[in-house]
T-cell receptor, first 114, second 112 residues
Framework: GAVVSQHPSWVICKSGTSVKIECRSL??????MFWYRQFPKQSLMLMAT?????????EQGVEKDKFLINHASLTLSTLTVTSAHPEDSSFYIC??????????FGPGTRLTVT | SQQGEEDPQALSIQEGENATMNCSYK?????LQWYRQNSGRGLVHLIL?????REKHSGRLRVTLDTSKKSSSLLITASRAADTASYFC????????????FGAGTRLFVKA
């Protein structure tokens, strides 16, 4: 159980374009979705938390207008990086959570902005 | 900001030796989790210890939690080359909503 998929697994885009990353929990319902970002050789940094049907709560320093999060259903959440720039190149990992002691992680999406 | 600090930042040992990684955190927690990540890959959940627990075992892994010192340790016994990875502690918080914050991580290299 606890299968999480992310799509795409990697993406290269040009500076100024927008990229959408999908995260699906395939065999459970996620009441809460966390999105993390990880730069090379660094740890995961929490970007935002969203509950199904509610607006996301962003961590300090994360631009909500740049990183659009939609948690439309209990099995699907999307992160859209708008007007991407090279400094947005990173490994983005979603974490759907059915409960407070259960947290699962997607395999990650590697974004490269040229 | 990061909740947890880990030490050492990097650790290199011989196969068969034990590896100990430490994690300290700043605020009250619901639980503490340890994860492993191979280079460029996703996270693998290793073990979760709740705030009212002091020690947990899973195979070659032993995790301790000292809430009075706000610290945890992960011990890997009889290490193998395949244990080479980055290890992260993550604290489950319940302040301003439930969330999990990761420590900086320890890069472990096990030499065959």
């Amino acid at each position: 159980g606890a299968v999480v998929s992310q799509h795409p697994s990697w993406v290269i885009c040009k500076s100024g374009t927008s990229v959408k990353i999908e995260c699906r929990s395939l065999d459970f319902q996620a009441t809460t979705m966390f999105w993390y970002r990880q730069f090379p050789k660094q740890s995961l940094m929490l970007m935002a938390t969203s509950n199904e049907g509610s607006k996301a709560t962003y961590e300090q320093g994360v631009e909500k207008d740049k990183f659009l999060i939609n948690h439309a259903s209990l099995t699907l959440s999307t992160l859209t990086v708008t007007s991407a720039h090279p400094e947005d190149s990173s490994f983005y990992i979603c974490s759907p959570t059915p409960g407070r002691d259960e947290q699962y992680f997607g395999p990650g999406t590697r974004l490269t902005v040229t | 900001s990061q909740q947890g600090e880990e030490d050492p930042q990097a650790l290199s040992i011989q196969e068969g030796e034990n590896a100990t990684m430490n994690c300290s955190y700043k605020t009250s927690i619901n639980n503490l989790q340890w994860y492993r990540q191979n280079s460029g890959r996703g996270l693998v959940h290793l073990i979760l210890i709740r705030s009212n627990e002091r020690e947990k075992h899973s195979g070659r892994l032993r995790v301790t939690l000292d809430t009075s010192k706000k610290s945890s340790s992960l011990l890997i016994t009889a290490s193998r080359a395949a244990d080479t990875a980055s290890y992260f502690c993550a604290t489950g918080l319940n302040t301003g909503g439930f969330k999990t914050i990761f420590g900086a991580g320890t890069r472990l290299f096990v030499k065959a």
